[in-house]
């Protein structure tokens, strides 16, 4: 894993420019391990700030008592003062950015980025057929080759209509591509297929509303999730989880 201390430093040090900081926040939204190393830093930092905020809180206290001490006194504690209030907000930003940062973390958009990660970065070869377009097409997916994926699971489809699977995967594709329009398309096609095992239709098309994240989004993948662990589809467990947290 590279060392990201010194990028990351640059962001709280306002080094970077305009474009450098989205291109961060919006890291932190959809890389999980990089949102993590933030999430240490900002910790470690907080321990250190502190560390340094108790010693120079002892070493305030004692300046004011030889102060107090002393004949002349009123410019050495307004000095002490002044450094104690930097101090103090030093440390009230930092606490204000570990919130903030932690409030990325939970975020919909953020919790659903981690779910695709954990559960579909690669799919899972069921079939013998080795030379069907379905085993092309994961095999295509699981080399980040969404492209191809998504022609052979869609070529699957037409000859298939009642193959489920190519319908998921192609929005699995489509998700993975950003393409949320699209994926949220075939997961509403997966939704209306009656008569299946078990269907993940609804769930994976709030996935896509939740990593879509534009004005409504967020209600509508509740209420869909809602209705996944109302009906106990499946993601039932994942969406009562989800659903306590936003």
């Known amino acids: 894993m590279p060392d990201n201390t010194e990028y990351i430093e640059s962001y709280f040090q306002q080094t970077l420019s305009n474009e450098e900081r989205k291109a961060f926040e919006l890291r932190c939204e959809t ?19 502190e560390a340094l905020l108790e010693q120079k809180t002892q070493q305030w206290k004692e300046e004011v008592i030889a102060q107090e001490e002393a004949p002349v006194i009123s410019i050495k504690r307004k000095t002490t003062f002044a450094k104690w209030t ?7 930003l930092l606490l204000v950015a570990s919130v903030f940062l932690f409030e990325r973390n939970t975020s919909p958009r ?18 013998d057929a ?20 998504i022609r ?5 489809e037409k000859t298939q209509p009642s193959n489920s699977d190519a319908i998921k995967y192609a ?8 393409n949320y329009d699209k994926a949220i398309q075939q997961f509403d096609e997966l939704a209306n297929m009656k008569n299946l095992f078990s269907n993940s239709g609804d769930f ?21 999730l809602h209705k996944v662990i109302t009906e106990n589809e499946d993601g039932s467990k994942e969406a009562a989880e989800w659903v306590r947290k936003f």
Do not use: W
């Not at 052979?152 to 699957?156: G, P, R, V, Y």
């Open 31 to 49: 890389d999980a391990p990089f949102a993590n190393e933030v999430a240490i830093y900002i910790t470690t930092r907080q321990v250190l700030r």
């Open 110 to 127: 953020l919790v659903a980025s981690n779910y695709m990660e954990n559960n579909y970065a690669t799919l899972s070869h069921t079939m």
């Open 204 to 224: 994976l098309k709030a996935v896509a509303l939740m990593e879509r994240n534009k004005p409504g989004d967020k209600e509508e993948a509740k209420q869909l």
């Open 86 to 92: 930097m101090y103090a907000a030093a440390a009230c």
């Open 171 to 178: 929005g699995l594709s489509y998700l993975q591509q950003k």
């Open 130 to 149: 080795s030379h069907d377009s379905m085993q092309l097409g994961i095999s295509a997916y699981n080399n980040k080759d969404f492209a191809t994926a």
């Open 152 to 156: 052979l699971f869609e070529a699957a």
